[in-house]
């Protein structure tokens, strides 16, 4: 998205170019007229434009400095899009030399090292309660790139108006976001990389208790992303946490949407940039196209694509595709025959009503080896690291078929 430039008519007809890769980057259209693609012309071929990234006043990051100085609880909110590698790294020394808790954005997971020791776990869906408390307790809120959506605020249950008003910096690349649902202590439009590397370049001052307070924060962090017991089923946390321990640390890790994902968010452990392919919309089925786009992009990383039973159905098609191009991916599938997250809010909302969730799904492995590819079924939570071995050395593009518990629905959350 934002590859393209968009053109809109200004004054007196004339094309003017609107900022497709400024502010707010996003998806982009473009429209031709129907000529345009038929006829030949002389003209010399064009390079990218170039990205603005606009930087912080120097008045903005004196009056940010004074808050943080005068602030005994306060907490970094880093995500949002348009981060770079250098971005990420000065994320990183700034919160270093502040000793401040950082949080990340729902699916920002790969913007810090999550073994960091300041590092406090992600904020969106189900975030870790103590995180949550320590934002709503916070009496400054760094908000370094995200928007402050329903994902972001646990459907605006974090913030509230006059919070906000008193503890809130906000800091976003796009002017049209600042103030859109929380009116900040301080706006600042600007991006995200541009003011992370010139607070990386500040002097902060020394604080004992704040930096006590940050690692307490990655302390609780740890805690909540230690494998729980399940009853029933293949343990997704266990097979996470294994996975955590197993790859390395530029794997690259994709996933779609439904309550599989949350056992993928809360126990593995990110440790690199661009490491984190998921989307933000809730869109199912985009886990396992972004593997094999990772994959052919990125030929010698590990590639992961973690999907639900419903999740890889909507383009298991595609298996073709990675046999096609030799694309070694490893799928693993975790089953439970239901649309999980319908079914949760159904269970909830209208107890013994369900009503389309239920799945009859293949056999995930034969079905993977109809295509040419590797196929294993897991049906106890031991047996699943020999079978990602087996997966990982058979050289070809693999689906882990791992049988779980619709009772087990999400971490914590049994039907």
Same mark, same amino acid.
């Given at each position: 998205?934002?590859?393209?430039?968009?053109?809109?008519r200004? %004054?007196?007809?004339?094309?003017?170019?609107?900022?497709?890769?400024?502010?707010?980057?996003?998806?982009?259209?473009?429209?031709l007229?129907?000529?345009? =693609?038929?006829?030949?012309?002389? %003209?010399?071929?064009?390079?990218?434009?170039?990205? %603005?990234?606009?930087?912080p006043r120097?008045?903005?990051?004196?009056?940010?400095? +004074?808050? =943080?100085?005068?602030?005994?609880?306060?907490v970094?909110?880093?995500?949002?899009?348009?981060?770079?590698?250098a971005?990420?790294?000065?994320?990183?020394?700034?919160? +270093?030399?502040a000793?401040?808790?950082?949080?990340?954005?729902? @699916?920002?997971?790969?913007?810090?090292?999550?073994?960091?020791?300041?590092y406090?776990?992600?904020?969106? *869906?189900?975030?870790?309660?103590?995180?949550?408390?320590? *934002?709503r307790?916070?009496? =400054?809120?760094?908000?370094?790139?995200?928007?402050?959506?329903?994902?972001?605020?646990?459907?605006?249950?974090?913030?509230?108006?006059?919070?906000?008003?008193?503890?809130l910096?906000?800091?976003?690349?796009?002017?049209?976001?600042?103030?859109?649902?929380?009116?900040?202590a301080l706006?600042?439009?600007?991006?995200?990389?541009?003011?992370?590397?010139? /607070?990386?370049?500040?002097?902060?001052?020394?604080?004992?208790?704040?930096?006590?307070?940050?690692?307490?924060?990655? %302390?609780d962090?740890?805690?909540?992303?230690?494998?729980?017991?399940?009853?029933?089923?293949?343990?997704?946390?266990?097979v996470?946490?294994?996975?955590d321990?197993? =790859?390395p640390?530029?794997?690259? *890790?994709c996933?779609?949407?439904?309550?599989?994902?949350?056992w993928?968010h809360?126990?593995?452990?990110?440790?690199?940039?661009?490491?984190?392919?998921?989307?933000t919309?809730?869109?199912?089925?985009y886990? &396992?196209?972004a593997a *094999?786009?990772?994959?052919?992009?990125?030929?010698?990383r590990?590639?992961?694509?973690?999907?639900?039973?419903?999740?890889?159905?909507?383009?298991?098609?595609?298996?073709a595709?990675?046999?096609?191009?030799? /694309?070694?991916?490893?799928?693993?599938?975790?089953?439970?025959?239901t649309?999980?997250?319908? @079914?949760?809010?159904?269970e @909830?909302?209208?107890?013994g009503?369900?009503?389309?969730?239920?799945?009859?799904n293949?056999? &995930?492995?034969?079905?993977?080896?109809?295509?040419?590819?590797?196929g294993?079924?897991? @049906?106890?939570?031991?047996? &699943?690291?020999?079978? &990602?071995?087996?997966?990982r050395?058979?050289?070809?593009?693999?689906?882990?078929?791992?049988l779980?518990?619709?009772?087990?629905?999400?971490?914590?959350?049994?039907?």
């Amino acid at each position: 998205g934002g590859g393209a430039r968009r053109y809109q008519r200004g %004054a007196g007809g004339r094309a003017r170019p609107a900022p497709a890769q400024n502010g707010r980057r996003g998806p982009t259209v473009l429209a031709l007229p129907e000529d345009m =693609l038929v006829e030949t012309v002389a %003209a010399p071929p064009l390079g990218p434009a170039p990205v %603005a990234r606009a930087p912080p006043r120097p008045e903005d990051l004196d009056a940010r400095g +004074d808050r =943080l100085n005068a602030a005994g609880r306060a907490v970094v909110l880093a995500g949002g899009g348009g981060w770079t590698a250098a971005g990420a790294q000065a994320l990183r020394r700034f919160v +270093d030399k502040a000793g401040l808790p950082a949080g990340l954005s729902f @699916r920002s997971k790969d913007l810090l090292d999550n073994r960091h020791p300041l590092y406090a776990g992600d904020v969106g *869906i189900a975030p870790n309660p103590a995180l949550a408390a320590r *934002i709503r307790d916070c009496d =400054l809120l760094i908000a370094l790139g995200p928007r402050l959506g329903e994902m972001t605020t646990s459907g605006y249950t974090l913030l509230t108006p006059d919070h906000a008003a008193r503890a809130l910096v906000h800091i976003h690349p796009g002017a049209e976001e600042l103030g859109r649902v929380y009116t900040p202590a301080l706006a600042i439009a600007a991006s995200p990389v541009e003011t992370a590397l010139a /607070l990386a370049e500040r002097d902060w001052p020394a604080n004992a208790a704040r930096r006590a307070a940050a690692e307490a924060a990655h %302390a609780d962090y740890e805690a909540f992303s230690t494998p729980v017991r399940v009853e029933e089923g293949v343990n997704l946390s266990e097979v996470f946490a294994w996975l955590d321990a197993a =790859l390395p640390d530029d794997a690259v *890790i994709c996933n779609g949407a439904g309550n599989y994902a949350a056992w993928l968010h809360r126990f593995y452990r990110h440790n690199g940039f661009k490491t984190q392919l998921a989307p933000t919309s809730g869109a199912m089925g985009y886990g &396992f196209p972004a593997a *094999i786009a990772a994959k052919a992009t990125y030929p010698d990383r590990t590639v992961v694509c973690a999907a639900g039973d419903g999740c890889f159905m909507m383009a298991s098609s595609e298996l073709a595709t990675a046999v096609q191009y030799d /694309l070694p991916v490893i799928t693993i599938v975790a089953d439970n025959g239901t649309y999980g997250t319908i @079914r949760m809010h159904q269970e @909830r909302s209208y107890p013994g009503r369900v009503s389309g969730t239920d799945l009859v799904n293949p056999d &995930f492995a034969a079905f993977a080896e109809s295509f040419g590819a590797f196929g294993v079924q897991v @049906r106890e939570t031991a047996a &699943f690291p020999a079978a &990602f071995e087996a997966a990982r050395a058979s050289g070809k593009p693999a689906v882990i078929h791992v049988l779980t518990s619709a009772r087990e629905i999400a971490p914590g959350v049994r039907l």
